[in-house]
């Protein structure tokens, strides 16, 4: 359940940037011998390291490091944000990475920055966790990263803009959660035939269970597959914010669902903050128009700022509408029941609104209720079989009987077969 704030007050004196980057050591290219594989004295060094780091420095943010790589957003002014990476670009677990401060484009290309400041988070969290960012599937490490293939930010746009017969069924697979996906998403132009998927998921660890119920309940085998879209196979194009939860999902497709030798799976590289910051560089070197991007509505983004946008603000498009009025709006709150923070979009005129009238409601020993609209969620996704673990009833017995009776909504249709 996300708990960042959607707001900040700045009372920074200078400009600042925010950083989002990542590393698994053993993706391409490899964190090599000696520094690798980690020993418990050389992860407790890396923590260490960035901490300190980011102390000295005055950056905010949050930092986790594992045994298998690190996750780091952080914060703070330009000056003390490229202190910060020149002191990360001479460190051991940057070994490998060719990063430069000559190499400009590749400094931007690893470490996202954006405009923010030291504001934007409230302190600095630096844990060592066992993920860096859990898939929900215990000591799992992809066997083979070649499995996937990177597009850069150009090569994605080419790719989902351009209809090729030959290239079968197409999919935009949006690996972040539900309240992401619900004020920004990518959209390919019409007549690609390519359909953005959009699971509604709560956290990432849900993931793998949603892969396995909804792409194994409607699944067809690659033979039946090819009788129909000839030997095209099926192309999946995925994405999220910064990259690393398409890291492990689609190799984690790739190893559990049978694929026909045609198919192709493809992860957008650096994520969404990526392609934001190639296409506006796009823009402002005439060579787009806003009109052409394939990013619809604000991303969203975990610290003060809420969300990023591109472009003209007043002329963008909203594509989510209030959670109280309805009307169109791109604006982020939470919910307003103690404990719940659910975010929602609200306008400021619905400031204040609950996710829905049974939030907060207990039964008759006190113990809280697992309100409506969650567990009509939680229904879409697993069906009445995976909701006998959801304790707490808040809906009346007669309308879960009526929703029982309803097929459970099925979010995406890539017709494959999970193996066991």
């Known amino acids: 359940m996300p708990s960042d704030p959607l707001t900040y007050a700045c009372t920074c004196h200078q400009s600042g940037l925010v950083l989002l980057f990542y590393r698994y050591f053993t993706s391409s290219p490899p964190l090599l011998l000696p520094h690798y594989p980690l020993t418990t004295s050389s992860l407790q060094d890396l923590y260490d390291f960035q901490k300190s780091t980011c102390e000295a420095l005055g950056l905010t943010g949050k930092i986790r490091v594992a045994k298998e790589g690190f996750n780091i957003t952080v914060a703070g002014s330009v000056s003390a944000v490229n202190s910060y990476i020149e002191s990360c670009i001479s460190h051991w677990s940057s070994a490998g990475l060719d990063l430069s401060l000559a190499d400009e484009k590749g400094i931007k290309d690893f470490f996202k920055p954006t405009k923010g ?5 409230t302190h600095l969290n630096t844990r060592i966790t066992h993920e860096i960012t859990p898939l929900g599937i215990t000591n799992y490490e992809p066997r083979n990263w070649s499995a996937v293939t990177y597009l850069n930010p150009a090569e994605f746009h080419n790719m989902v803009t351009t209809t090729s017969e030959k290239e079968g069924e197409r999919i935009l697979l949006d690996i972040r959660n539900h309240y992401e996906s619900r004020i920004g998403y990518f959209a390919a132009p019409e007549g690609t035939g390519i359909e953005t998927v959009k ?21 067809r085998s690659p033979t039946e597959h090819k009788k129909e879209q000839g030997s095209a196979g099926k192309t999946i194009f995925s994405y999220c914010t910064g990259g690393i939860r398409c890291e492990k999902a689609t190799r984690w497709i790739a190893e559990n669902v049978e694929q026909a030798p045609e198919d192709r799976i493809y992860t957008l590289k650096g994520g969404i903050s990526a392609y934001m910051a190639w296409f506006e ?16 509505g604000r991303e969203y983004v975990f610290d003060g700022r809420g969300s990023l946008g591109l472009g003209n603000e007043r002329e963008r498009k909203k594509v989510a509408g209030c959670h109280g009025c309805g009307k169109e709006e791109d604006r982020m709150g939470k919910c307003d029941v103690e404990g719940c923070e659910l975010v929602l979009v609200v306008c400021e005129g619905c400031e204040g609104v ?10 008759e020993k006190g113990r809280r209720l697992i309100c409506d609209c969650e567990r009509e969620r939680e229904f879409g996704l697993w069906g009445s079989e995976g909701m006998k673990g959801v304790g707490g009833i808040s809906m009346k ?9 309803r097929e459970a909504r099925l979010d995406i249709d890539i017709r494959v077969a999970i193996v066991e």
């Open 397 to 405: 017995r007669k309308e879960m009987k009526e929703m029982g009776k």
């Open 117 to 121: 400041c030291a504001c934007v988070f």
């Open 281 to 296: 560089e796009e823009m402002l070197s005439g060579r787009r128009r806003e009109i052409e991007c394939l990013w619809k």
């Open 354 to 363: 609950k996710c829905c009238e049974s939030c907060g409601d207990v039964d």
């Open 199 to 219: 699971p509604q998921v709560r956290k990432f660890s849900q993931f793998p269970a949603f892969v396995k119920r909804h792409m194994d309940s409607i699944s």
